[in-house]
């Protein structure tokens, strides 16, 4: 596959817009834009961060001539809904193949890459398994809690998160070292009062039912480019699990691996070459949603 050069351009647009969620809950949507994109991105954010974290991806990938979308999802960042709180999966894939159709038709002419950082990699397998991503045109793995929960707990661990149904909170337990070992990302983590620290108890029943989703999938859930991003070691995801799920559900998938040894790849040193990476990916590995089969 030829290469592209990657050129740098201004960053004229950054913006936040509310979009009603099919309940009406108000769903934040930031944007970053150059003046002329070549491509497109759109994010899907773990289950503590929020769009916000793009503080310094969005503006790196939009000087390198890509768009970004990033949706905060309900309960979390700037977006509607109570703290925390997913009342069942449904809605929140229903959110974000509303959220994903509008911003596809605000840029219809630019190939589609849809990215899922952590817990987002499994609503987004989710949200292929249910067919709604059918106007996209690559996607993008990192670091994926993709089969966590089954990598976690037994079968019956697994009916009792299924069976959760209450709104008592409960302590998200990983710990911000977890994430990144720089100082000023740890910093910034600290003080950031739209990070989730606590969560319902039918926010982990929802965790199930996103992988509940794929797992039941009979086979490959698109044929278009995929590719898979990871540290070389993840403190928070086993990337053993993470793999072998993906390679059943995409089994064309590529890997990058990048060498550091801490979840986030955007706060870590590795974040540069990250993001050169996936402008490529975006650049050069996107088709015309026609071209190949979903």
């Given at each position: 596959?030829?290469?592209?050069?990657?050129?740098?351009?201004?960053?004229?647009?950054?913006?936040?817009?509310?979009?009603?969620?099919?309940?009406?809950?108000?769903?934040?949507?930031?944007?970053?834009?150059?003046?002329?994109?070549?491509?497109?991105?759109?994010?899907?954010?773990?289950?503590?961060?929020?769009?916000?974290?793009?503080?310094?991806?969005?503006?790196?990938?939009?000087?390198?001539?890509?768009?970004?979308?990033?949706?905060?999802?309900?309960?979390?960042?700037?977006?509607?809904?109570?703290?925390?709180?997913?009342?069942?999966?449904?809605?929140?894939?229903?959110?974000y193949a509303l959220a994903f159709a509008h911003v596809r038709d605000r840029s219809p002419k630019l190939p589609f890459t849809v990215v899922g950082q952590s817990l987002g990699g499994s609503v987004l397998a989710a949200l292929?398994?249910?067919?709604?991503?059918?106007?996209?045109?690559a996607f993008v793995f990192c670091a994926p809690a993709l089969g966590q929960q089954r990598a976690r707990h037994g079968a019956d661990g697994l009916g009792a998160l299924r069976a959760l149904t209450g709104t008592e909170r409960?302590?998200?337990?990983?710990?911000?070292?977890?994430?990144?070992?720089?100082?000023?990302?740890?910093?910034?983590?600290?003080?950031?009062?739209?990070?989730?620290?606590?969560?319902?108890?039918?926010?982990?029943?929802?965790?199930?039912?996103?992988?509940?989703?794929?797992?039941?999938?009979?086979?490959?859930?698109?044929?278009?480019?995929?590719?898979?991003?990871?540290?070389?070691?993840?403190?928070?995801?086993?990337?053993?699990?993470?793999?072998?799920?993906?390679?059943?559900?995409?089994?064309?998938?590529?890997?990058?691996?990048?060498?550091?040894?801490?979840?986030?790849?955007?706060?870590?040193?590795?974040?540069?070459?990250?993001?050169?990476?996936?402008?490529?990916?975006?650049?050069?590995?996107?088709?015309?949603?026609?071209?190949?089969?979903?």
């Amino acid at each position: 596959m030829p290469e592209r050069t990657v050129t740098h351009h201004t960053v004229i647009d950054h913006d936040v817009f509310d979009l009603p969620a099919p309940d009406g809950t108000p769903l934040a949507v930031h944007h970053w834009s150059p003046a002329d994109p070549a491509a497109a991105v759109f994010y899907l954010h773990g289950i503590q961060s929020h769009a916000g974290w793009l503080f310094e991806t969005g503006p790196a990938l939009a000087e390198r001539g890509v768009r970004v979308y990033a949706v905060d999802r309900r309960g979390s960042g700037r977006s509607g809904g109570t703290r925390g709180d997913l009342a069942d999966a449904r809605t929140v894939l229903d959110d974000y193949a509303l959220a994903f159709a509008h911003v596809r038709d605000r840029s219809p002419k630019l190939p589609f890459t849809v990215v899922g950082q952590s817990l987002g990699g499994s609503v987004l397998a989710a949200l292929l398994a249910r067919g709604d991503l059918r106007a996209a045109d690559a996607f993008v793995f990192c670091a994926p809690a993709l089969g966590q929960q089954r990598a976690r707990h037994g079968a019956d661990g697994l009916g009792a998160l299924r069976a959760l149904t209450g709104t008592e909170r409960v302590p998200v337990p990983l710990a911000d070292e977890d994430y990144t070992d720089g100082r000023a990302y740890l910093a910034f983590m600290a003080n950031d009062h739209l990070m989730l620290r606590q969560t319902t108890l039918r926010t982990r029943a929802a965790m199930v039912a996103f992988e509940d989703g794929y797992a039941a999938a009979p086979g490959p859930v698109t044929r278009r480019p995929v590719h898979l991003a990871v540290p070389q070691s993840d403190p928070i995801i086993d990337l053993g699990a993470a793999r072998a799920v993906l390679a059943r559900l995409a089994p064309q998938s590529v890997e990058r691996s990048f060498p550091v040894r801490r979840h986030f790849l955007e706060f870590t040193e590795a974040r540069t070459a990250y993001w050169s990476w996936l402008v490529e990916v975006a650049l050069r590995d996107s088709c015309p949603a026609g071209s190949v089969a979903p």
